[in-house]
């Protein structure tokens, strides 16, 4: 039975606490800390979650860029609708005059 233990404890990184331990850091949102992993470890559980914890802080990166880029978008789009709006009443201004120059002259 010992034998056994020990070899589903050697297939799941051989460290469970340290395994139980990152996959509730990452479950709580905590991306900041890594995964440390053996550098030739290719199966465990460990290495799972250490590629895992790698997937979700690039996610979460290109989502912040992308959001930061639709706020740029949006500012851009604002500026230039208060420049339309302006220069309408500007036109509009004009028009104005223009009626009640013709107005005058006739």
Do not use: K
Request: charged share 25%; net charge positive.
């Amino acid at each position: 039975m010992l034998i056994v233990l020990r070899s589903i404890r050697r297939n799941l990184g051989g460290e469970l606490e340290l395994a139980v331990g990152a996959a509730h850091r990452i479950a709580r949102s905590d991306l900041t800390s890594t995964v440390d992993v053996h550098p030739n470890d290719t199966t465990s559980l460990l290495h799972a979650l250490s590629i895992m914890q790698r997937g979700l802080v690039e996610t979460v990166s290109r989502v912040r860029n992308s959001t930061e880029n639709i706020n740029v978008g949006a500012s851009e789009i604002a500026a230039g609708n208060t420049d339309l709006s302006q220069a309408a009443h500007r036109r509009a201004g004009r028009g104005a005059r223009a009626d009640r120059l013709e107005q005058w002259i006739r």
